[in-house]
């Protein structure tokens, strides 16, 4: 067996998530965290677990990808899933979370545990002795250097922005309203504020969004000291600011994050031409994000700008968007699925560096990782998870993916092995599909718990 000495080095979702799956198994584990000590560049506190894009975690519908990958992570006894589910806020659909809340509580658990000693210190390399690096997509300088020379491989990046925050007093209710998608008749209230925007005044956003000046990437978002591939400056699809998508067409937002799909006004009881969503921020109903408006406008164009909207010409903003730097690994290069590292049999890895995205995708590689260094110590075979579960087909990908066009992934219903087609060979619904693709994926991790024993803790 070996020494039960853990180092996870980073306390975002992944790290904390690792730590608290290791500890409850017996291993004693210390969590390095460079904040507050030194800075991101993205976020703002000193708290672990820190939701910096976004406070939704995704769909809760136990139908949708997203939903399905949590209901697994509830199944195996996940920490954060737990107190996300203890710190929501009205969504939708979605589990979003009061952020300060969600944090204070991970750090209260992890801060409390008697196998966890948090350190306040960057970790410059990796350590000799077992060790997840969960250091995140903005994994310091000094560790990126580290990481190059132990796996010999380059790193790709790509960039992300942030969604602004407005103050809810600040909305004008009299032009704005309250509802959600798809709202049922009868329903007064929704969980999104929704700012409507006619033909007209779309337009006028569009040309003056494309017009404002933008942020000047900062040196250490230009390149990474060593190991960056060439020509891989790039957003991810799946967070591209708003100006960078008005670029590729005129009605790319109409069709986007600010689709009128499900929305229709109170006032009118049409469908705008456009909507911008506001979603609650925090428990309190004070804070209210833009969503899908992740941006790096100059930060007074973005008020002139964002001003626009109507019901928001007199927003204050809490936090203005802003773009950083994601860094991530060439994942099928140098990951196998348990998350262990191909050159190294005691290093680990977890969270957004793997490549999977999203934070409930950063929460599971953390919960698998967690599990996995355990049994390593205690000589026992690695957890693979099936791949017809949202989790295990998440680290597939990341496993085994090409490597020359790898890309952050999302869990989604693609990843999957296709189903069996039905005996009256008509095909399966959308719905239908769904539907299975979800009671497969909770089945098999309900098989894997009896199987090897992976009761919560």
């Not at 000495?5 to 004693?28: I, M, P, S």
């Not at 209260?108 to 250091?135: C, F, L, M, Q, W």
């Not at 590729?248 to 109170?266: N, T």
Request: hydrophobic share 40%.
């Amino acid at each position: 067996m070996m020494s039960k000495v853990l180092t996870v080095v980073g306390g975002g979702l992944a790290g904390t998530e690792a730590a608290w799956q290791a500890a409850n198994r017996g291993v004693k584990v210390q969590l390095y965290e460079m904040r507050p000590e030194s800075s991101t560049g993205a976020h703002t506190g000193g708290f672990l677990a820190e939701l910096v894009c976004s406070n939704s975690l995704g769909s809760k519908l136990a139908d949708r990808a997203s939903g399905v990958l949590k209901d697994e992570m509830r199944k195996l006894g996940s920490l954060l899933i737990a107190c996300a589910d203890a710190n929501a806020v009205p969504a939708g659909n979605a589990l979003a979370v009061d952020r300060e809340a969600f944090a204070k509580m991970v750090t209260d658990r992890i801060e409390n545990h008697s196998n966890i000693e948090v350190v306040r210190s960057e970790k410059r390399t990796i350590p000799s002795g077992v060790t997840i690096i969960a250091s995140g997509p903005l994994s310091s300088a000094s560790i990126c250097d580290s990481l190059s020379s132990l796996l010999g491989t380059d790193h790709l990046y790509f960039y992300d922005a942030i969604s602004p925050i407005v103050y809810a007093d600040t909305i004008d209710m009299s032009v704005a309203f309250e509802a959600s998608r798809y709202q049922k008749n009868g329903d007064t209230n929704g969980d999104y504020i929704n700012c409507p925007m006619n033909n007209a005044e779309y337009d006028r956003f569009v040309k003056a969004l494309l017009e404002a000046d933008r942020i000047p990437l900062r040196d250490f978002e230009k390149d990474i000291e060593s190991g960056v591939r060439a020509g891989a400056h790039r957003f991810f699809e799946g967070c591209l600011p708003i100006e960078i998508l008005a670029e590729r067409g005129h009605d790319a937002l109409a069709y986007g994050p600010m689709r009128p799909v499900g929305i229709y006004s109170p006032y009118d009881d049409k469908r705008p031409y456009a909507v911008v969503q506001l979603r609650r921020d925090n428990l309190a109903g004070t804070l209210y994000n833009i969503v899908g408006f992740q941006t790096n406008l100059k930060w007074p164009e973005q008020k002139e700008v964002l001003r626009m909207i109507p019901g928001l010409g007199q927003a204050r903003f809490a936090r203005y968007g802003m773009m950083h730097r994601n860094t991530f690994l060439n994942a099928p290069t140098v990951l196998n699925e348990s998350l262990q590292s191909v050159v190294r049999p005691n290093l680990f890895f977890a969270g957004q560096i793997t490549g999977v995205e999203g934070y409930a995708g950063n929460i599971a590689t953390g919960l698998l990782a967690g599990i996995n260094v355990t049994k390593l110590m205690n000589d026992e075979g690695l957890l693979v998870l099936p791949r017809t579960s949202m989790m295990g087909a998440l680290c597939h990908y990341v496993a085994n993916a090409d490597s020359d066009t790898f890309q952050p992934m999302k869990a989604n219903f693609g990843l999957f092995p296709a189903l069996e087609p039905p005996r009256d060979k008509r095909k399966w619904s959308k719905r239908e599909r769904y539907r299975l693709y979800s009671e497969r994926a909770l089945n098999a991790i309900e098989n894997l718990k009896v199987r090897m024993k992976l009761d919560p803790l």
